[in-house]
């Protein structure tokens, strides 16, 4: 069975649950949360939690998308 996942963008954070509940009424099987610039630098406990309590009220796995622009 194929799983088809969404991503998460920094800019949707403002609207996230709306956007993942929009996600999972689409079918999509997980959310893929990107980890680009500027995500660490929000409040991560509560963004976290957040999304921990949104994907477990609709049963989607997360799947991570890590930073492709190199950090010097």
């Known amino acids: 069975m194929v799983k088809v996942g969404y991503t998460i963008w920094y800019g949707d954070h403002k609207y ?3 956007r993942i509940r929009r996600v999972y009424e689409l079918g ?3 959310i893929e949360l ?4 500027p995500w660490p630098y929000i409040n991560t406990d509560k963004f976290i939690e957040s999304i921990r309590k949104i994907v477990k009220e609709y049963g989607l796995g997360v799947a991570i998308h890590g930073p492709w622009r190199d950090i010097r």
């Open 34 to 37: 990107s980890l680009d610039y």
């Open 16 to 18: 996230l649950e709306d």
């Open 28 to 30: 999509f099987n997980y």
